[in-house]
C-alpha cells in the first residue's frame, strides 16, 4: 500500500520542525521563541530537505488536476449533446 504524498509531506514538516526544536531547546531556548525561531528555520529547511517528497506531492496533484479536466470536458460534451437533442425535438412554438 502507497502512501500519501501529502501525508509524507507533512509528516516530514512535522518531523523536521521537532528536530529544529529540539536541536534549539539543547542550545538553551526554553520560550516561546523556540517554537517561534523551529518553525522559521524549518522552513527553508524543508525546502531542501522534502525536495522529493514536495515533487511528489505537485505531481498526484497535476494529475488529480488533469484527469478533473478531463471528466469535466466529457460531462460538457454529454450536456452540450442533450441539450442539442432537446432542442431539436421541441417542436417550434412562435
Given at each position: 500500500m502507497k502512501i500519501h504524498p501529502?501525508?509524507?509531506y507533512t509528516?516530514?514538516?512535522?518531523?523536521?520542525?521537532?528536530a529544529v526544536a529540539a536541536a534549539l531547546f539543547a542550545v538553551g531556548f526554553r520560550s516561546w521563541a523556540l517554537v517561534l525561531l523551529a518553525i522559521v528555520?524549518?522552513?527553508?529547511?524543508?525546502w531542501f530537505v522534502l525536495r522529493r517528497q514536495r515533487?511528489?506531492?505537485?505531481e498526484r496533484a497535476a494529475?488529480?488536476?488533469?484527469?478533473r479536466q478531463q471528466e469535466r470536458a466529457a460531462l460538457r460534451a454529454v450536456l452540450d449533446e442533450q441539450n442539442l437533442d432537446e432542442q431539436t425535438?421541441?417542436?417550434?412554438?412562435?
Open positions: 501529502a501525508l509524507t509528516a516530514g514538516r512535522t518531523a523536521l520542525m521537532a528555520i524549518s522552513m527553508p529547511l524543508s515533487e511528489q506531492l505537485a494529475v488529480h488536476q488533469q484527469r425535438a421541441e417542436p417550434d412554438r412562435s
